[in-house]
């Protein structure tokens, strides 16, 4: 594969990323207690679309998920993510948002797809990550036993009641939705109202993004692909792009809260001294600092090379290993403020409860470690 | 062969290879040693207690499902009121609590409410308990019926009769009678966090709250900051240095919200435990008459540290509670919710989830009892191993239910959310579970000592 994007290109393009997070983003940001209303965060979207770090339906459209055969392409994007999500999670995790219907309707090659402007492209099952079937599928290994009826209702659930949750900000009009149709996972477009849409109130984190919780339908038009095997690829290379996504907001956050805790460390004095110098702190944030380097050399491994689908059993194994540690090191560092950590105008009670919130979107730790072995199994 | 329902994965009880029917064929003598009655964890917990005290949990659980539950959710999402607001739901839970004996039960029967047989046994292990099965169903709430208890127990540790009978109990018999008089426990300053909760930090700071002499008492400038239940407190054991000296002049002052010059200047925006405001007061020469000082003028500092001896039990009560809480709530996550056609529990890796957060809770709850069962005498060092450990482990429990829970556990109507921001707290107030582990130390510094000298 030819190498269209360089390293000194790769810099560039972060730098402009840093400049419009440092620059745009962070000056609409009234404070962590604060999340932005729906407007600025349109605003800041559309901004985002036209300096092109999130692209639009256009077809010379640029940014995020756009070029994942280049062996850069999936770093750049991830990278992009982290370095938002170092001002703002939930503005970063709403940019991933949005570019996925763009980056799948392109690879289904159905540009029909984004008919509505505002779609989700919602990649949670009901509940797990369809335990052992989901790998059996995705390796292409023989469907056993109850696994198509697992499929079929991991991503239709059946169960009276049961809805998919979906963390984007209301109001998207329509749903590219993954289906199990006993032969692979393909793709439909579900106007919003087929889905009979609930608010699923507050959540844990990301607290700029809504919680929405969607009923099953079928109703909606398919998109394809007809092939099984074109369809098993995408899908894989949908979740390996979704994980990247996670782990990459998940740095971002961290690196914010480390900060603040690196700083908080300098400043306060306690028994008589600046308390960086009391080991107890120390290790506290030796543990940030531990965590932060470990997650960013596994997203740098996850977003090695072009877009493959069939690396997601090493994507799955570091994103396992990934939010545990994040998750520590978010913990640790509020640590760090005591009393005043736990409060929401400090900033780090926040980062903590992204960080949770992302450990449990699209697969927790323990789920995605189910999903390896099985992965590793059948390969 | 199976008869009866069973897991998938199990026998039915009623099968021959399990234990059930087979011990029953074993001989008449030998059965009752083995065949233990089908029983939820929380009854066999509670056959172990002394009597008093297991009338006391069963007393709190039923408070806690009738008043707390159906306030848990909504008040955690309620907007954030101003200082000194109060939710109206959270002003009948308080009248309420007063009229059930729940705001008075430190003290026993009849300074208070407490049962005198619960008396018998350590104070620490009764409020233990009730933090145990408050927290359960709402740690907020907890919070705001407790922190009331810790601006008590100042002056009872002062042994100050004259105090109890002028501030504690009149404002028991205002709350028994349905008027809650809430107290406060005021240590924490801006400028310092832990200080107050650790005599090394503490002996190289300058204090910020401080009381001048002046005719006929003493006169109070300063701050204090994230005070539960500050904001409606009607009166407060605060802390404070003597003009020109150090932390160890610390006295006890038992200030009231009407004395002029007494301001709660904000309550915080808190991660969770929203129920209870964290409150921050302000002092702008306060004059307390000398009949307000608390035991006698430099012993606050010995009876903050005995609160908190005390105190920290309780915490660790907090931990095994909001952990037993996530665990109830995740098996019934589990057992209601079906993929292809099954319900979750059925699922081998479920069932290892919900059996680690059993044990860890039945752990945590084991070593905070053991350690509260014999605590006539609060120590140090025990009740800072059970508060941060119970805390930790609580912390990984409701990591675990909300692991299990999913995606599913994000959403503030599964509770686990709120459990786990309210769990949060517990690794944070009545001293960090850094300087926790510093007080096991502390208190262990004279064995330690004689080994480095031996040596």
């Known amino acids: 594969m030819e190498t269209l994007l360089s390293k000194e290109d790769l810099r560039t393009a972060l730098s402009e990323v840093r400049r419009f997070a440092r620059g745009v983003v962070s000056a609409r940001i009234e404070g962590p207690e604060h999340p932005l209303p729906r407007p600025t965060l349109e605003r800041l979207l559309s901004e985002a679309t036209e300096a092109g770090f999130v692209p639009d339906a256009t077809e010379e459209a640029t940014g995020l998920w756009v070029d994942l055969d280049d062996p850069m392409g999936p770093t750049l994007s991830a990278r992009t993510i982290e370095t938002l999500a170092a001002v703002n999670p939930g503005i970063a995790w709403t940019c991933h948002v949005r570019a996925m219907p763009v980056w799948l309707a392109r690879r289904l090659n159905k540009p029909e797809a984004l008919e509505e402007k505002e779609s989700v492209v919602p990649l949670q099952g009901y509940h797990g990550l369809g335990r052992v079937a989901l790998p059996r599928y995705l390796a292409g290994a023989q469907l056993e036993g109850d696994d198509r009826a697992m499929l079929r209702d991991w991503l239709s659930p059946a169960q009276p009641g049961a809805r998919r949750v979906v963390h984007a900000p209301a109001g998207f009009k329509a749903v590219l939705s993954p289906y199990f149709d006993g032969e692979a996972v393909r793709w439909i477009r579900q106007p919003i109202d087929a889905l009979d849409p609930l608010p699923a109130g507050p959540?844990?984190?990301?607290?700029?993004?809504?919680?929405?919780?969607?009923?099953?339908?079928?109703?909606?038009?398919?998109?394809?692909?007809?092939?099984?095997?074109?369809?098993?690829?995408?899908?894989?290379?949908?979740?390996?792009?979704?994980?990247?996504?996670?782990?990459?907001?998940?740095?971002?956050?961290?690196?914010?809260?480390?900060?603040?805790?690196?700083?908080?460390?300098?400043?306060?004095?306690?028994?008589?001294?600046?308390?960086?110098?009391?080991?107890?702190v120390q290790s506290l944030i030796g543990s940030a600092d531990t965590a932060l380097l470990a997650t960013d050399a596994l997203l740098g491994r996850m977003a090695e090379g072009p877009l493959r689908g069939n690396r997601i059993g090493d994507v799955f194994a570091a994103r396992a290993e990934a939010h545990p540690l994040l998750c520590r090191g978010a913990t640790d560092a509020l640590q760090v403020f005591g009393g005043s950590g736990y409060m929401q105008d400090v900033g780090m009670e926040k980062a903590l409860r992204d960080s949770q919130q992302l450990r449990l979107m699209g697969g927790t730790p323990g789920e995605l470690e189910r999903f390896v072995s099985e992965w590793d199994r059948v390969r | 062969m199976n008869q009866q329902p069973h897991l998938d994965g199990y026998l039915s009880p009623d099968h021959p290879l399990s234990?059930?029917?087979?011990?029953?064929?074993?001989?008449?003598?030998?059965?009752?040693?083995?065949?233990?009655?089908?029983?939820?964890?929380?009854?066999?917990?509670?056959?172990?207690?002394?009597?008093?005290?297991?009338?006391?949990?069963?007393?709190?659980?039923?408070?806690?499902?009738?008043?707390?539950?159906?306030?848990?959710?909504?008040?955690?999402?309620?907007?954030?009121?101003?200082?000194?607001?109060?939710?109206?739901?959270?002003?009948?839970?308080?009248?309420?609590?007063?009229?059930?004996g729940m705001l008075t039960d430190l003290l026993p029967r009849p300074l208070g409410s407490a049962s005198l047989g619960g008396y018998r046994h350590p104070l620490v292990w009764t409020q233990a308990l009730r933090a145990e099965e408050l927290s359960r169903v709402c740690a907020g709430q907890?919070?705001?019926?407790?922190?009331?208890?810790?601006?008590?127990?100042?002056?009872?540790?002062?042994?100050?009769?004259?105090?109890?009978?002028?501030?504690?109990?009149?404002?028991?018999?205002?709350?028994?009678?349905?008027?809650?008089?809430?107290?406060?426990?005021?240590?924490?300053?801006?400028?310092?966090?832990?200080?107050?909760?650790?005599?090394?930090?503490?002996?190289?700071?300058?204090?910020g709250t401080v009381a001048k002499r002046v005719?006929?008492?003493?006169?109070?400038?300063?701050?204090k900051v994230f005070i539960s239940g500050g904001d409606i407190a009607k009166s407060i054991t605060v802390f404070a240095a003597l003009e020109n000296e150090g932390i160890e002049s610390w006295t006890c002052f038992l200030v009231t919200s009407d004395m002029p010059g007494f301001e709660v200047v904000r309550t915080e925006l808190k991660m969770g435990m929203r129920a209870s405001a964290a409150a921050e007061i302000a002092f702008h020469d306060v004059f307390v008459p000398d009949d307000h000082v608390i035991g006698q003028p430099r012993q606050?500092?010995?009876?903050?540290?005995?609160?908190?001896?005390?105190?920290?039990?309780?915490?660790?009560?907090?931990?095994?509670?909001?952990?037993?809480?996530?665990?109830?709530?995740?098996?019934?996550?589990?057992?209601?919710?079906?993929?292809?056609?099954?319900?979750?529990?059925?699922?081998?890796e479920v069932q290892l989830q919900i059996a680690d957060m059993m044990t860890e809770t039945s752990a945590i709850r084991g070593m905070l009892w053991q350690a509260a069962r014999k605590?006539?005498?609060a120590r140090q060092d025990r009740s800072s191993m059970c508060k941060?450990?119970?805390?930790?482990?609580?912390v990984h429990v409701v990591e675990m239910a909300l692991?299990?829970?999913?995606?599913?556990?994000?959403?503030?109507?599964?509770?686990?959310?709120?459990?786990?921001?309210?769990?949060?707290?517990?690794?944070?107030?009545?001293?960090?579970?850094?300087?926790?582990?510093?007080?096991?130390?502390?208190?262990?510094?004279?064995?330690?000592?004689?080994?480095?000298?031996?040596?």
């Open chain 1, 203 to 280: 959540t844990l984190g990301l607290d700029e993004v809504d919680a929405v919780a969607l009923a099953s339908s079928d109703a909606g038009t398919p998109l394809g692909p007809d092939d099984p095997e074109e369809a098993r690829k995408i899908f894989a290379e949908a979740l390996v792009i979704q994980s990247l996504a996670l782990v990459a907001v998940g740095i971002g956050c961290l690196r914010h809260a480390h900060d603040l805790a690196r700083e908080q460390a300098r400043s306060r004095v306690q028994g008589g001294q600046r308390i960086e110098h009391h080991p107890a």
């Open chain 2, 375 to 377: 605590a006539y005498v």
């Open chain 2, 300 to 348: 606050g500092w010995a009876i903050n540290r005995a609160t908190l001896n005390a105190s920290r039990y309780a915490v660790a009560g907090m931990g095994v509670g909001l952990a037993q809480g996530a665990t109830e709530a995740a098996i019934d996550f589990a057992c209601r919710t079906e993929l292809a056609g099954k319900a979750l529990v059925n699922f081998q």
């Open chain 2, 403 to 455: 692991e299990l829970m999913g995606n599913h556990g994000t959403l503030h109507d599964s509770g686990v959310e709120k459990i786990y921001r309210d769990a949060r707290l517990t690794q944070i107030f009545e001293g960090t579970n850094q300087i926790n582990r510093l007080a096991v130390i502390e208190d262990q510094q004279e064995q330690l000592l004689a080994r480095i000298e031996r040596n």
């Open chain 2, 19 to 100: 234990p059930r029917g087979l011990f029953a064929d074993l001989p008449a003598a030998i059965r009752p040693m083995v065949t233990p009655k089908v029983t939820t964890v929380w009854e066999q917990d509670t056959a172990t207690l002394p009597s008093a005290l297991a009338r006391a949990r069963k007393r709190y659980r039923s408070f806690a499902e009738q008043e707390l539950r159906r306030r848990a959710l909504p008040i955690d999402s309620a907007p954030h009121l101003e200082p000194g607001e109060l939710h109206p739901s959270l002003a009948d839970l308080l009248k309420s609590a007063g009229r059930e």
């Open chain 2, 388 to 394: 941060f450990h119970c805390t930790d482990r609580a």
């Open chain 2, 215 to 223: 005719n006929g008492g003493w006169s109070l400038q300063g701050r």
């Open chain 2, 142 to 207: 907890m919070l705001l019926l407790s922190a009331h208890s810790l601006g008590v127990i100042p002056i009872v540790f002062a042994g100050d009769l004259a105090a109890m009978r002028r501030f504690v109990l009149p404002a028991y018999r205002q709350s028994l009678a349905g008027d809650p008089h809430i107290f406060a426990f005021a240590i924490t300053e801006p400028s310092a966090g832990s200080d107050a909760e650790e005599g090394h930090g503490a002996s190289g700071r300058r204090p």
